[in-house]
C-alpha cells in the first residue's frame, strides 16, 4: 500500500470528502505514537466552498495556489510549542503520515505543502499563539493532469523515483 502512496498535483475539482473520511483521516492521526503522550499535534480543516479552505488557500504560496485550489479538503497541521515538548514536531510528524497512510487507504491522495504564509494562517484561521503550524495538507480524489500547466504536468507524469534503501544506511550494515 505504501509503494501506491504519492503527492499528486492534480486533484479532482468537484470530488467531496465525507464526514465519515475526514473523521476516518483524524482518527488515523490521533493514533500516532508521540512523545510521553503528549499528543501536541492540533488541526484546522477546511473542505472546498467552505471559508477556512477559502483563508488556508490564501495563505499558500502563488505556485500552490492553483492546484492546491482543488483539493477537496485543507487541512493546516500544527503542533503546541512548549518548552516541555521538545519533540512535538516529530510528533506531529508521525501524526500527518497516519493521517497520509490512511487517506492511501481510502484510495484518496495527500500532498503536503510548506510554503505557506504561516503568520497569515495563524491570524486568518485565529490559531493560538501557542501552535505552530508546520505544514498545510491537500486531501482529495486524483484529478486529471491535462487540466495543469505544462511545467506542473510534466512533473506530475515524470516517472516517481526513490533512493535505494542502501543508501540510507549510515553505518554500513548490509541488509541480508
Not at 30 to 44: D, E, I, K, L, T
Not at 129 to 147: E, S, W
Request: charged residues 20%.
Amino acid at each position: 500500500m505504501l509503494a501506491t502512496r504519492w503527492s499528486p498535483l492534480a486533484f479532482d475539482p468537484v470530488a467531496v470528502l465525507s464526514d465519515e473520511d475526514v473523521g476516518s483521516l483524524l482518527e488515523a492521526a490521533r493514533w500516532a505514537p508521540s512523545f510521553a503522550n503528549s499528543q501536541p499535534w492540533r488541526f484546522a480543516v477546511g473542505r472546498r466552498d467552505e471559508e477556512t479552505h477559502k483563508r488556508i488557500l490564501e495563505n499558500l504560496s502563488a505556485g500552490c495556489q492553483p492546484w492546491a485550489g482543488n483539493a477537496s479538503a485543507l487541512i493546516v497541521a500544527a503542533h503546541l510549542d512548549r518548552a516541555t515538548l521538545p519533540r512535538a514536531a516529530y510528533d506531529l510528524g508521525q501524526a500527518v503520515a497516519h493521517l497520509t497512510v490512511q487517506a492511501t487507504a481510502l484510495r484518496l491522495h495527500v500532498h503536503q505543502i510548506a510554503d505557506f504564509d504561516a503568520g497569515g494562517l495563524r491570524s486568518d484561521l485565529e490559531i493560538p499563539d501557542d501552535l505552530r503550524p508546520a505544514v498545510v495538507v491537500a486531501v482529495g480524489r486524483l484529478g486529471d493532469p491535462a487540466m495543469l500547466p505544462p511545467d506542473l504536468r510534466a512533473w506530475e507524469t515524470a516517472l516517481r523515483t526513490r533512493v535505494p534503501t542502501a543508501e540510507l544506511l549510515v553505518n554500513q550494515v548490509p541488509i541480508t
